[in-house]
């Protein structure tokens, strides 16, 4: 008696065909190589995007800052609590409402993400170095489109614009 064996399932279910998971693989890629490139200074990448918000957006309230990168409120003060104690940011309450926790770079969190740039660059470029140089303008551009089209559906807001 022949064993059966498994049907192949049509083109259209295998994983390439589906957009959530190659955009899984892609950030776990990303990930990886920010990883690599950003070893050296033991930040994640939420934890670099707060810092980046926080160094142009100074005394940013923390529920604005989760807008500004897409985090719940939830993480966001969790992560600026963590990023307090290795004294990358300092936080104190607003004048006007002692609820409202207000964000700031150090001078040592300031330092530190200039130094990082460049390799958080790095990651950057590595992740859509496969593209044709003159294809990953409209890539970034399609996948902000994306992005944007779909924000509301997002567990945490991100701010548009």
Do not use: W, Y
């Not at 529920?63 to 104690?85: F, H, S, W």
């Not at 040592?108 to 294809?135: S, V, W």
């Amino acid at each position: 008696m022949a064993t059966p064996q498994a049907e192949t399932p049509p083109d259209g279910f295998a994983l390439r065909h589906r957009p959530g998971f190659l955009i899984r693989r892609m950030h776990q890629i990303h990930l990886a190589l920010f990883a690599e490139e950003c070893a050296a200074f033991d930040l994640t990448p939420v934890q670099f995007s707060i810092m980046t918000v926080a160094a142009t957006q100074p005394d940013l309230d923390q529920v604005k800052l989760a807008q500004e990168v897409g985090v719940d409120r939830a993480t966001m003060a969790n992560v600026v609590a963590r990023l307090e104690t290795k004294g990358m940011v300092r936080r104190r309450h607003a004048a006007k409402d002692k609820r409202v926790r207000l964000v700031a770079l150090t001078p040592q969190g300031a330092a530190l993400l200039d130094r990082m740039r460049p390799a958080a660059q790095r990651a950057h470029d590595r992740t859509i170095a496969a593209l044709p140089a003159a294809d990953r303008d409209l890539f970034m551009a399609l996948l902000t489109r994306l992005v944007d089209a779909q924000n509301d559906f997002g567990r945490a807001p991100l701010r548009l614009g």
